[in-house]
């Protein structure tokens, strides 16, 4: 499976990191990490530039993370007009740094800079799938 | 090794629909940008043209425009790095003169945005990120900067109400240029009651779409001293980039990519923030201004809105901020807009800016931004 369905509007299909989309289908929500200088990299990526090898191992973004920043998206671009509000942010888990969508579970006026969150595989309309931050427990 | 001068500068009015197709637009600056010159378009051995790529149709568009302005058979190329395109225009025609190929090379910026939608335009942008990662996501140009407004309240306790006064001054400015689209007074109250398009950012925190162009023509020391009456010298330049994933910032508070080009050309200037005596930067939103009084040294990393607060970025102040009313008056039609910012300094350290003179201004600096902060460009001008 590539990236045709991957967020709310793709815009390419294929890359050798589309194990990524593999994994949400299964649950997880995955980074990499080079298997030989430890990199770990997210978005994920499989060829470490640093090391000159394409050898890298998947690693589950797992436990709570932080939320750094956000922004409530009112006007959103073609493709997205149907789906605003979101939001978009930024979290960091221990030391990955990640950005995606906070759940529209979460009110505006719950959302907290430093709140903890979780990240999670959601399956969106029209058979897409994406990840999302969820309150952690 | 002699210098390298700016010896003209130009820029159509900046609007919302010009009604004339690009090479047109692009003559209206060319013909500014010439005008008082002893040297005709034979004498141009080059020329850099810059957009971002995708809002009108033509490809190429570097071979449509040369010959439009007969600068054919001269070489002519096409740089982009989106809205500091005509910034990396400039640094080439300047490493291009200090190399000795050529003598006098126009640089050429330009956007037709008006032939799409906003929301087209922003889908555009939105391809302007990761189109694997991010712009699946939904992220778009104002969303990432709010992005920073939010980090940068978070952590210094920034307000909306000063975001708020960036916005203000440069309406304050835009009046008085002819060639800005938006030139009505603003208040702090009309923008915070402006609909909110991506939190914390309100429609007049935010530029516009807009459709423009500038031209900038740069020459050897040996030509400039002779064919223009006040060259304006090119002391220092600097360039730079952060990565095009959200999730690769290291910093959130501050664009890294412009705090690194600033160095580099405050180094080659040697010169230092405090020299400076007129400044244009980025404005494509006011963080981005608050952001970028910090990253160019005009204020410690947290205390940029204290400048806002205490007027020091007008005329009269400590240093003097888009005087010409930035981006969020004049709009911002990418490709152009780097070229338009020259254009204001170069007229400011020649005493032409009638409208909104900084009294004996001579070192100028230019900070033009491509993306969420990828591309980081500093130019720094002087008499
Ligand atoms: C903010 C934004 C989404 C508004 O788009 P929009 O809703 O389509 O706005 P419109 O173009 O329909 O304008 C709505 C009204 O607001 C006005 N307006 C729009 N932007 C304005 C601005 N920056 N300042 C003052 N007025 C503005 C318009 O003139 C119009 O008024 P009118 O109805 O009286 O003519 C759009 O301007 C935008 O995307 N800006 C950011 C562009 C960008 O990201 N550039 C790259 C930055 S690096
Ligand atoms: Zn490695």
Redesign the interface.
Known sequence: MGLENFGRVSFTAEAKAADFVTYLEQGKVMATRCRKCGTKYFPPKVDCPKCLLSDVDWIEIKGSGRLNTYTVVNYGPSGFEDDTPYTLAIVDFRDIRTFGRLSKDIKENDIQIGMRLKVVPVKLPDDRISYEFQKAD | MGDVAVIGTGQSVFSRKCGVSVRELCFEAFQEAMEGLDITKDNIDASIIGSAPEYDKQRTPSGLISEYLELTPKPTFYVESVCSSSSTGLRVAWSLIKAGLHKVVAVIGFQKMSEL?S??A??R???GG???????????M??GY??????HM?KYGTTEEQLAKVRVKSAHYGISNPKAYYRKELSVEDVLGS???????KLFDCCANADGSSCIIVASEDIATRVAKIPIWIAGVGAATDTM?????KS?TNLSCAVEAAKQAYGMAGLGPEDIDVAEVHDCFTISEIMAYEDLGFAEFGEGARLIDEEQTYIGGKIPVNVDGGLLSKGHPIGATGGSQIRTIVRQLRGEASEAQVKDARIGLVHNIGGIGQYGNVTILRR
Do not use: N
Not at chain 2, 146 to 151: D, I, K, S
Not at chain 2, 195 to 201: C, D, E
């Open positions: 939608t929301r087209e922003a889908e942008m939105g391809r990761d189109i694997i990662w991010d712009s699946p996501l939904g992220i778009t104002p969303a709010a992005m920073y407004a939010r980090a978070a609909q909110v398009i991506t939190s914390p950012l994933t959200m999730a690769g910032r959130l």
